[in-house]
């Protein structure tokens, strides 16, 4: 899987890279999301114990990304491209005095199929890539991980032409990231942040 991952990143990035490319800038707002732990597994014992509760996840507050991506247009209506974006730092609900915040950093392969449908563009857009946390202090005496491993990030949903350059995505995303303890038992948690991003983008 990250082999493909890999492959599709540079793909990606090669294309970036062609002078024909445009630089786009987006400012994301991520609406209320959650943290949620979805599986322990005891390395030393062999064993996985899967989360399946729905109700057993942290809140995490809205928050803002910004992303910069380069873009090439591949078909009339196919764009590829590379990009990195920054989830600034969000509150994440808990009964801890001091309170922990979310916040990654993903480097990330995109592509964009914009459809011209009775005088209106928009159409499907997905990217696909790396995640690494950022936690803050609270957030690590939260979790009181020994490690944290990055990730997969990937997100999927619609993107509309609001004018000559300016467009608005609306895509559902998840930060997928492991946690690991070690000591008597050598344990990994899978955990992932999940949440709806709105965001404007103007392509230059």
């Known amino acids: 899987m990250n082999r493909k991952l890999a492959a599709l990143a540079a ?3 090669l294309f970036a890279a062609s002078a024909s490319a445009q630089l786009v800038v987006r400012v994301g707002m991520d609406l ?3 943290y949620k732990t979805l599986s322990s597994e005891n390395i030393t014992l062999s064993t996985t114990t899967v989360n399946d509760d729905p109700d057993n996840y942290s809140d995490a507050h809205l928050g803002f990304t910004l992303s910069a991506e380069y873009l090439l247009d591949v078909e009339r209506f196919m764009l590829l491209g590379a990009g990195f974006s920054f989830q600034i730092p969000r509150d994440l609900q808990s009964a801890a ?4 915040t979310l916040s990654y950093l993903t480097p990330y392969a995109t592509v964009r ?5 009775e005088g209106v563009t928009m159409g499907p857009v997905g990217r696909i890539g790396f995640t690494f946390m950022l936690p803050d202090q609270a957030m690590k005496d939260l979790d009181s991980y020994d490690s944290i491993k990055p990730g997969i990030y990937w997100a999927a949903g619609l993107t509309m032409q609001l004018g000559s350059g300016l ?3 609306v895509v559902y995303s998840e930060n997928r990231t492991s946690g690991e303890y070690t000591g008597a038992f050598d344990i990994v948690e899978s955990n992932r942040y999940s949440a709806v991003e709105i965001s404007l983008g103007y392509r230059f």
């Not at 005095?97 to 922990?100: K, T």
């Not at 199929?113 to 449908?117: A, F, G, I, S, T």
């Open 11 to 13: 793909f990606a990035v």
């Open 32 to 34: 209320e999301g959650t």
């Open 97 to 100: 005095s001091d309170r922990p």
């Open 113 to 117: 199929l914009p459809l011209r449908v």
């Open 167 to 169: 467009f608005a995505d």
